[in-house]
């Protein structure tokens, strides 16, 4: 006799023990989160299919092959941005569909936001007249950023895309990396998504070892979670917006990692699994503007820090 279409189902995955980090994110997921986190989420740890996450993002692409309808919480509005598709970019990759035609669509629309030098803004002019946080300014020049640059490109050749966007693109970000003198956090991580990838390793690690000075020379990251005071924030960041080793090295396989000792990347993690709060969710560190904004980041922050502690081989479930 047949199978019926229940019985032929595969079975349901167990489910994490009550109470641990994974069983408490999981129940914060369900209870906060969009559509496409709850799919991203369940991929990542429920053995969820890619399918659902596709599926997900695909409502925020646009007709130009850029991605918006605030994909990035903190840029509201319908219009495709630079950030938005970055972020499209790395849930595509994170559930291995980042390539075919629709990247390739992605590349038309990244040419044709880029500045004259060959690379992104971080907020495209057509923001203008839609909400954004404060903290993200919208003119009608804007200059090349490494921050928003950085990633794409570090995706892109993660995935061997080649495409010519790419090749003026790389070398901003060579030129951009190399010539950094005094940085910020996020920047610095936008460099070290580059550098993880770029297909020049021994240019990378020796890009990457001056980096990770600077970051020392410079304080940047929180060595000593128990002593915040004495790692003053960035100018402009929220007083709460300190960065640790985690942040810079999201996995041991990272050139960020070589940056900081066994020691330094123990009490970071353990601050890291700490910061999980009683609902589940870990917490936003940036400015909050709009409920709406830090209601939609928080699950994106949630799902980093549980891929960060797993990666490190720390037990969430």
């Known amino acids: 006799m047949a199978e019926t279409g229940a019985s032929a189902l595969p079975p349901t ?32 740890f429920l053995h969820g299919g890619a399918d659902p996450v596709d599926t997900a993002l695909d409502a925020y692409r646009n007709d130009d092959g850029g991605y918006g309808h605030a994909l990035e919480p903190d840029l509201r509005g319908p219009v495709s941005q630079p950030l938005h598709t970055a972020h499209a970019l790395q849930v595509l990759d994170a559930v291995g569909r980042c390539g075919g035609q629709r990247v390739e669509r992605v590349c038309r629309y990244l040419t044709s936001v880029s500045t004259a030098q060959g690379a992104l803004p971080a907020v495209h ?3 203008r007249g839609y909400p954004a946080a404060p903290f993200i300014p919208i003119v009608d020049d804007p200059p090349s950023e490494l921050l928003a640059t950085g990633p794409v490109v570090g995706v892109l050749h993660r995935n061997e895309v080649w495409h010519a966007w790419l090749f003026r693109a790389t070398d901003f970000c060579w030129q951009a990396v190399e010539s950094l003198e005094k940085s910020h956090p996020y920047e610095v991580e936008a460099a070290v998504a580059f550098l993880d990838s770029a297909p020049d390793r021994p240019r990378a690690e020796a890009a990457a070892d001056r980096l990770g000075r600077l970051v020392r020379r410079h304080r940047l990251a929180a060595l000593d979670p128990g002593d915040l005071a004495a790692y003053p924030v960035a100018p402009g960041y929220a007083p709460t917006e300190h960065h640790f080793p985690h942040d810079f090295a999201k996995s041991p396989r990272s050139l960020a990692r070589a940056w900081f000792t066994d020691d330094e990347m123990t009490r970071s993690l353990d601050h890291l699994a700490a910061e999980q709060q009683a609902d589940g969710g870990w917490p936003v560190r940036w400015r909050h503007w709009s409920p709406a904004a830090a209601l939609e980041a928080r699950p994106l922050v949630t799902i980093t820090a549980l891929r960060t502690l797993r990666a490190y081989g720390r037990a969430i479930g």
């Open 13 to 44: 995955p167990p489910a994490p023990p009550a109470h641990s980090s994974l069983f408490r994110a999981e129940q914060f997921v369900w209870l906060t989160a969009r559509v496409l986190e709850q799919r991203l989420f369940a991929h990542d």
């Open 125 to 127: 002019p057509s923001q």
